[in-house]
């Protein structure tokens, strides 16, 4: 297994690196040099210059709008964009529905979905988790009973990120209520804005963003036209989306860049001392810190390597989402204590009172606990290398 990078795959990341260097606007590079949070109209800005150079989704086949590229490429572009902080596109159409839709929708939902959600027109949300439906997540109650040619839902989903800016949403919904509860799902395309009955209520994260909302279905029509994949089999192409989603929150390139932020605030002289980055024992976090995220990364290389092959992401994704998140946390705890008083700043704190780049570092701090529980929580995360991999009998 080849894990090293081809002389071709090294141009191509120069030719990257480049190309969004030039292409990223100075108002959003700013932002990006610093740490900040982008507002949805500024992700929807940098979505179209991507989507105007054929980059928007760069997983897509050809033939419906994507580059075309290789594993290793869209691996390769994936941390040239993190590296350079570049408003992280919403993943829900482009990466999530879009290729289910590809997989196993119609032509006609193929035609009237993929143009839009290429383009940005169209902003998908996720509805997965519910109240009592989180990390279990085939205990979901949302029902979607027949009616003619429709689905009438009822009930609630929350955590559904950014469902306030969403012209569609995906869910998960209960269509059978009998036998194994894995086998009564479908997955099902809801018009957020226009349905009547579908209501959103966002609320803040503890770091001050508007990430989350509840959403709630009070006998909310949709056509059966709109469900992908046949009846009571929605859990087969959920399983598949929560593979490709726990492998990338595992963030190892978001890891790369909080360390490169830890650096640079070690190497910021204190008010009346040195820089902390002359402390022999902080060095040793540091050390420890950078030490865990090479080892993660080479276990994602392992990951890119077996994808060359054809081989799709598995169970061991589920190690990915562990280690990654935990190294996460890790990292931005060590940017919290690196920053001493100056972590009890806040975005909103005047430019004076502290550099500009370290203003969102108590917000990702915060917004970051949750990362070991969001995409499944590590301890289900557990239960599945135990069962799968390592082959123990479940209690």
Request: proline letters at 6%; charged letters at 20%.
């Given at each position: 297994?080849?894990?090293?990078?081809?002389?071709?795959?090294?141009?191509?990341?120069?030719?990257?690196?480049a190309?969004?260097?030039?292409?990223?606007?100075?108002?959003?590079?700013?932002?990006a040099?610093?740490?900040?949070?982008?507002?949805?109209?500024?992700?929807?800005?940098?979505?179209?210059?991507?989507?105007?150079?054929?980059?928007?989704?760069p997983?897509?086949?050809?033939?419906?709008?994507g580059p075309?590229?290789?594993?290793?490429?869209?691996?390769?572009?994936g941390?040239?964009?993190?590296?350079?902080?570049?408003?992280?596109?919403?993943?829900?159409?482009?990466?999530?529905?879009?290729?289910?839709?590809?997989?196993?929708?119609t032509?006609?939902?193929?035609k009237?979905?993929?143009?839009?959600?290429?383009?940005?027109?169209?902003?998908?949300?996720?509805?997965?988790s519910?109240?009592?439906?989180?990390?279990d997540?085939?205990?979901?109650?949302?029902?979607?009973?027949?009616?003619?040619?429709?689905y009438?839902?009822?009930?609630?989903?929350?955590?559904?990120?950014?469902?306030?800016?969403?012209?569609?949403?995906?869910?998960?919904?209960?269509?059978?209520?009998?036998?194994?509860?894995?086998?009564?799902?479908?997955?099902?395309?809801?018009?957020?804005?226009?349905?009547?009955?579908?209501?959103?209520?966002?609320?803040l994260?503890?770091?001050?963003?508007?990430?989350?909302?509840?959403?709630?279905?009070?006998?909310?029509?949709?056509?059966?036209?709109?469900?992908?994949?046949?009846e009571?089999?929605?859990w087969t192409?959920a399983?598949?989306?929560?593979?490709?989603?726990?492998?990338?929150?595992?963030?190892?390139a978001?890891?790369?860049?909080?360390?490169?932020?830890i650096?640079?605030?070690?190497?910021?002289?204190?008010?009346?001392g040195?820089?902390?980055i002359q402390?022999?024992?902080f060095?040793?976090?540091?050390?420890?810190?950078?030490i865990?995220?090479?080892?993660?990364?080479?276990?994602?290389?392992?990951?890119?390597?077996?994808?060359?092959?054809g081989?799709?992401?598995?169970?061991?994704?589920?190690?990915?989402?562990?280690?990654?998140?935990?190294?996460?946390?890790?990292?931005t705890?060590?940017?919290?204590?690196?920053?001493?008083?100056?972590?009890?700043?806040?975005?909103?704190s005047?430019?004076?009172?502290?550099?500009?780049?370290?203003?969102?570092?108590?917000?990702?701090?915060?917004?970051?606990?949750?990362?070991?529980?969001?995409?499944?929580?590590?301890?289900?995360?557990?239960?599945?290398?135990?069962?799968?991999?390592l082959?123990?009998?479940q209690?």
């Amino acid at each position: 297994m080849d894990m090293s990078f081809t002389p071709e795959q090294i141009a191509f990341r120069a030719e990257v690196r480049a190309w969004i260097a030039k292409a990223l606007p100075q108002h959003l590079r700013h932002k990006a040099e610093n740490g900040g949070h982008f507002e949805m109209d500024e992700i929807l800005e940098w979505h179209k210059i991507l989507a105007a150079k054929g980059w928007a989704a760069p997983h897509w086949p050809k033939e419906v709008g994507g580059p075309g590229w290789d594993v290793g490429q869209r691996h390769i572009f994936g941390e040239e964009l993190i590296r350079a902080g570049a408003p992280p596109l919403s993943p829900f159409g482009l990466t999530m529905v879009g290729p289910l839709i590809i997989q196993f929708g119609t032509d006609e939902q193929k035609k009237r979905f993929l143009p839009k959600i290429l383009s940005g027109e169209e902003i998908w949300c996720q509805g997965y988790s519910e109240p009592n439906a989180g990390s279990d997540l085939a205990s979901l109650q949302l029902r979607a009973d027949k009616e003619g040619d429709d689905y009438i839902l009822n009930g609630q989903k929350t955590w559904t990120t950014y469902a306030q800016y969403a012209d569609w949403i995906f869910v998960l919904a209960r269509t059978n209520a009998g036998g194994k509860q894995q086998e009564g799902i479908s997955f099902l395309l809801a018009d957020i804005k226009n349905t009547p009955g579908i209501e959103v209520k966002p609320f803040l994260t503890t770091g001050g963003t508007p990430a989350f909302s509840e959403t709630w279905f009070d006998n909310a029509r949709i056509p059966q036209a709109n469900r992908v994949g046949p009846e009571n089999q929605g859990w087969t192409m959920a399983k598949a989306l929560l593979g490709h989603e726990r492998t990338s929150i595992g963030g190892v390139a978001e890891t790369a860049r909080w360390l490169g932020v830890i650096r640079r605030i070690a190497r910021d002289a204190r008010a009346g001392g040195k820089p902390l980055i002359q402390d022999a024992a902080f060095r040793r976090r540091l050390a420890k810190v950078e030490i865990r995220y090479r080892t993660l990364a080479m276990a994602n290389m392992r990951t890119l390597a077996a994808a060359q092959l054809g081989q799709a992401p598995g169970p061991e994704s589920s190690i990915l989402k562990i280690v990654g998140t935990e190294l996460q946390q890790e990292a931005t705890e060590l940017a919290m204590d690196a920053l001493g008083h100056n972590a009890m700043g806040w975005f909103d704190s005047p430019t004076e009172a502290m550099p500009e780049y370290q203003l969102w570092v108590a917000s990702n701090f915060n917004y970051l606990r949750a990362a070991t529980i969001y995409g499944g929580s590590n301890e289900i995360q557990k239960n599945i290398i135990s069962k799968m991999i390592l082959g123990l009998p479940q209690a």
